[in-house]
């Protein structure tokens, strides 16, 4: 763990898209995955359940459906066809690949409903990336695997009633990566006061 304030851990995080090949300790993991528990959950019913993929061969053939399903969401069908900015991470060169899942919680019925399912997995997925970022690890929040989810599932033995929420690759940052220097809107654009429009402040 690196000394560093959970304010710059927020503010140096960013999506890492270049891994080095340099294995991850498994006491860094566990103190990862033990820093996503501390979340907040609804009913505090702590979901979350996670699924920590070392293996080449599984890495290769979930990197192989997650192609496909960029090649479904952004239209092309091969990664050499992919447009620079849209390129994902090839999973299998990347030490290991934390599929963030949430098991099935009664939620409040009718509209907004996976809202509450979503406030009740990804706060742990940001903690699981701001320990990563605590320890020098680079992380990526990713979820264009919602395409063959069912494949995923079955080839790694998940149950029915648990969704993978998101599938988050962890790793040393490589050739090229740094942390910091992420472009935000100015807060006058994205925060009001009292009401829609009104300047904050």
């Known amino acids: 763990m690196t000394d560093i304030s959970l304010l710059d851990a927020l503010r140096t995080q960013r999506s890492t898209r270049r891994f080095s090949p340099q294995p991850v300790p498994d006491e860094a993991i566990s103190s990862i995955l033990k820093a996503a528990t501390w979340a907040p959950s609804a009913g505090n019913r702590q979901p979350w359940r996670?699924?920590?993929?070392?293996?080449?061969?599984?890495?290769?053939?979930?990197?192989?459906?997650?192609?496909?399903?960029?090649?479904?969401?952004?239209?092309?069908?091969?990664?050499?066809?992919?447009?620079?900015?849209?390129?994902?991470?090839?999973?299998?060169?990347?030490?290991?690949l934390i599929l963030v899942c949430i098991e099935a919680v009664s939620t409040n019925p009718g509209p907004g409903s996976e809202f509450f399912r979503g406030a009740s997995i990804y706060p742990a997925?940001?903690?699981?990336?701001?320990?990563?970022?605590?320890?020098?690890l680079g992380t990526r929040p990713t979820t264009l695997h919602r395409h063959h989810e069912a494949d995923i599932k079955?080839?790694?033995?998940?149950?029915?009633?648990?969704?993978?929420?998101?599938?988050?690759?962890l790793g040393y940052p490589g050739e090229g990566e740094h942390f910091g220097g992420k472009r935000r809107k100015p807060l006058s654009e994205v925060a009001f006061n009292d009401r829609w429009g009104q300047p904050l402040g």
């Not at 997650?66 to 849209?86: H, I, L």
């Open 50 to 96: 996670f699924v920590v993929v070392r293996d080449p061969a599984l890495k290769r053939r979930i990197g192989e459906w997650y192609d496909q399903g960029a090649g479904t969401a952004y239209g092309y069908r091969q990664r050499g066809n992919a447009p620079q900015e849209n390129r994902e991470p090839t999973f299998s060169d990347v030490p290991v």
């Open 125 to 136: 997925m940001q903690n699981l990336m701001l320990a990563a970022r605590a320890m020098g």
């Open 154 to 169: 079955a080839h790694l033995g998940i149950p029915d009633r648990v969704d993978i929420a998101a599938i988050v690759p």
